[in-house]
């Protein structure tokens, strides 16, 4: 118990410091009165949002509590679950909160910087980053500490390693409303941005011929503020579900594991915990180490940002051997290599998204040049890239699934599927996820950076701040786009591994929602049908046996994978019926309102913003309700083997789908960039205008749909684990 | 034994009928003498191509021969599987060979009939289609008539029902014979026809602003050839390979269901066999039945294929439940059931596709609408109801598998997985396959139709044949692209269920192949190696309860869904190289030829063809030899999980890419010609450009990297079959 006070200590330090780089950052000044202005537009329309946004969330957040309280009434469910799911939606919900108010505080305030020097402007930005970054570890650590300490002190101890894995499966439901939040977070925020981007474009850019950011262009504000929305507030919500999903499903992994030996399990249950903790620590030593001089070249910077992230790394591998040598594993340096497979992965993963996004390399650069024959060369040049690009991610994750998999179970390959090396197996590859996450203060902090920069830009535009200093915001942005596509890899694995070791825990909540809901027949019921309960639990060895030739996986397989898809083509309708709306306002303005385009009149902002926000609010109900019903369908009309078929295929395809979608848009945004460069033509040139079709059709794929697809994977193996006691009955009845 | 022989003289009756089909259309004339010029082009094109691509081909069949030769000489495989694959190779080449004679002699002639009346168009056109739909079936009934035959005769009957489980897993290999050669006709047919449409478009349409099949095209020629070898050959050896794939695995699955019960195992083998003879003789009766009056309408045309169809599709349904009855099977109702969900989810899937592709229809409406954006939300849309349309086709296979499933073991679901009911139901599913397939003779027919008519259209151009000809092939083009599109839904549909069929069919090698390891091991090693080959046989349940947690076959779900991926990537990239080079040689005709464009000089129409041909040649390679080497390669690295991961992830994720892709590109397509019916400011609007850019990136995707998913979830199901001995030998090392 001791070692666990390090996760509620973590999580002090982490808040501490994100308020002390707060109040740090406040203190700098907002510059001119026009900057000071503009700011305040982008942040009362990003609040105004996030209001609306939460509003919406609360009532769906009201019914689900209230099926979870009518479930626990029959038995159905642990009574704790409901509260646990609120919290867990709470805490979400206000890191998502802080990150974006210190966001949209920062843009100015890096943007008056950028005059003095690159490095001033660097450091309040990536402070300003890194606030989000340690509000999400450090309410996550929080959170899951707070209810640890309840649960232990409430939940009677029946013996025989019941305690911890009753614990742990209860605190995994909090994730469930971490994922729900997150699901809204994502969905909303993404077709915000990116109605209000391609509006902006669309008429701005290629019909009215003004440039980016422009302060005549009615939907400028829109777009602001949709960095924001979309890439601060959606990213944290996302990874702090990563976060919790990992350490808490890791922890009922581990409970389960070790149940016939209390000594460790309760270790078992704390290992996650405490290495996520230390990450907490080494994240904001590494966020100490991003410094340059004054005179900092663009490189430099970069240079500085990787010293940062690779120090933490590098130290929490360290460390890992350490606490897990001190904890007593007998098997500590397999499940250090587990660990280590995992942050590992995660580099990798985030060079090879670089690679393929980055126009430093020949896939952007290729598609580039397919310019010359048009738009429709470069979308299927952009496209053929982005499937490739899947290679590189995949053979990743699956050579970390099976490192972490059996060096947990120290190679012991003839006997892998035994029951025991089984649970040790999945501890092992649920405490890789953990590795892969350990990092998170410090690499969100490098993410959320990215829109900081890019509002800045935006407000040094708007403000008139002359092209030096938009320049010099220009090379910060430049950094950004990088952190940003290294940093969206890193989210698709995480999301990966975690829905993984989500869906391990899945079997272990049908165990236990069997064993429950066999004390609740036996109290209410007659004996035969305490029989058919008992005849269940016994046949619970033949459903964890899910065969692959069992017609309702198969079908499950075919459901997931068409998920997937059918997510996608939801999202990337509803940006394109949000943005169309947005260019008719836009074009109305500028027909209605007289002056616009000569800066005589300023367009109306606020109506931009407005329309984007009720259009995100509108279209993303349809496919997060599909996200959270779909899985309890599929277990009430196919049962578990159907759930686990839905899982598997859902995450097989929808984690290639969503590296497919990241990395083709990711890489057009590029291909434009190189043209803009001076390549080809330049700017203005027909090969430029075909990459900024290329681009315009990227920016939902990479901002909108593929991000979302992380959520859908997690959140259908979270709906399926809090709904385990209803499948199990039903699939009784 | 004497419903057996129902299937030769099926085979035979079919052949004949394509003869006497082919021969009715040879005599018709050939017009005028340009356009037996021109359509001597095309044959010369396509005949050239089809010999170099058989070259090839040749070469790969004789590496892989050997090395099952080499198989067989180690126990690793039966003596019979490198004849029965060349063979398999053989038929399905000659198939491709006589379709495309057929449709390339047929073209001019339905040019030229079309002069005289629609309906005299239509008979031509559509009886040739019939010559490759009936030789496509009679070869492979020929196939497997005299497969079956021979190794009735010469395989030994060593007792309890393992004769006939050797005599069909046998066959099951000549399966990946005509996996082979579809792999190569769709891949390199595929790159062929794109690189040929999206070459001649961009240089001709879009640069030089001449029309579509202008003869001062020099790729129009090449385009023309393209249709051929893409939607005649490689469609035919793709669904050559369904139909004999569907047959052969059922029959499989029957020995080995029906292995105790020697009477009814032989007929279990037998009855796909006899429902696809039947389907023979009821779609030659459909076949007469598409005729109109010589003054008939488009809307009559199309009632008149639909009329054929359905009544074939119809009464093979009721013949189903005589042919079930005659046999004796105690279940009869429910396998018939069990035929007709298959033979009804390939009419929905069928009818799905045509919804969301046809410009009749909302979702294509509304792609054509967002062409008033421009291109970039014509492909956002394009894209977003591709997605959505996956839903369809994925729950029509979902329930068809299900019912499949059930209605074959008399919905015992109480007690559906277990060892009698799994035989029982795969077998179910896998006669639902044949069901499927059954009306093959007509349905090949109304989809090989429509590169004919797209060619006779083609050739009425260059001829120069006058506007009121043209219109006329262009109203039995239409026609022709809805029947293709209902044709891809179908030929995907059919893929699927029969990849699953195979997958079922794996499972029964590996067993197969463990008991022949057993016995060779006996004969060569000592003891303790036969001791091993034991306790694995015993093992074998295990293995075959390939349970969703074990992390290799994950890993399996993550590389096959990543497959289906890198294929289409890999195939886009080789479309888009292979015109690239296109585009130069069109343009350096323009330039160095005097006098192409105001028609006084003849463009090097060889040439283009000589580029198509080489360019196709040199793309398939890569991503066919990955598609074979794949399977083993995982079969050697995670054994059999692994492999049935990868399959059923590659099934999952290929399926639903291979359908996404079809209909984005197809609507893409049908948008485009709803704009050109004088929509939306019809041909050379602002918005007929954007529709123009959405179909030339829809033309690799319908043409050629979506059919070639149907090869790939087969393909590497029938890699793996044949494999089977391999993985077996080598997970025991």
Redesign the interface.
Known sequence: MNYFYLVPAASVVALLFALYFFKRMMRESEGTEKMVTIARYVREGAMSYLSQQYRVVTRVFIVLAILFAVMAYFGLQNSWVPFAFLTGGFFSGLAGFFGMKTATYASARTANAVQRSLNSGLQIAFRSGAVMGLVVVGLALLDISLWYLVLDHFIEDAGSGHKLVIITTTMLTFGMGASTQALFARVGGGIYTKAAD?GAD?VGK?EAGIPEDDPRNPATIADNVGDNVGDVAGMGADLYESYCGSILSTAALGASAYVLNPEMQQKAVFAPMIIAAIGVFLSILGIFLVRTGEKASVKQLMASLNRGVNVSALLIAAATFGILYLLGFSNWVGLSFSVFSGLLAGIIIGKGTEYFTSHSYRPTKAIAE?AR?????V???G?????????IP??T??AA??IS??SAIRFDVAN??SAAN?SL??YG?AIAAVGMLSTLGITLATDAYGPIADNAGGNAEMSGLGPEVRSRTDALDALGNTTAATGKGFAIGSAALTA?AL??SY?EEIRIGMIRLGHTLLEFADGATVEVAKATLVDFM?Y????????????G??????M???F???T??A??RA??KM?EEVRRQFREIKGILTGEATPDYALCVEISTKGAQREMLLPSLLAIAVPILIGLLLGVPGV??LL??G???G???AI?MANSGGAWDNAKKYIEEGHLGGKGSEAHKAT??GD??GD?FKDTSGPSLNILIKLMSMVSIVMAGLTVAWSLL
Chains 1, 2 share one sequence.
């Open positions: 391609v669309l290629v397919s024959t048009g738009p429709a060369t979308i299927i040049a496209m053929g890239n982005g499937f490739i690009s899947t290679v995949v053979v994750i699956v699934i099976l998999y059996l892998m599927m089984l197996g999945l590859v993984l869906m391990a079997m033949n964890y046996q899910v065969t692959l030739m069992n017609p309702k996986v198969l079908s397989i075919f459901i997931g994978s068409m997937a898809f059918l996608c083509g939801l990337m309708n940006v394109g943005a169309q260019v686990l078929g598997a295929g995450l097989g395809s984690f290639v789908l497919f900024v079709v315009t059709v939902p």
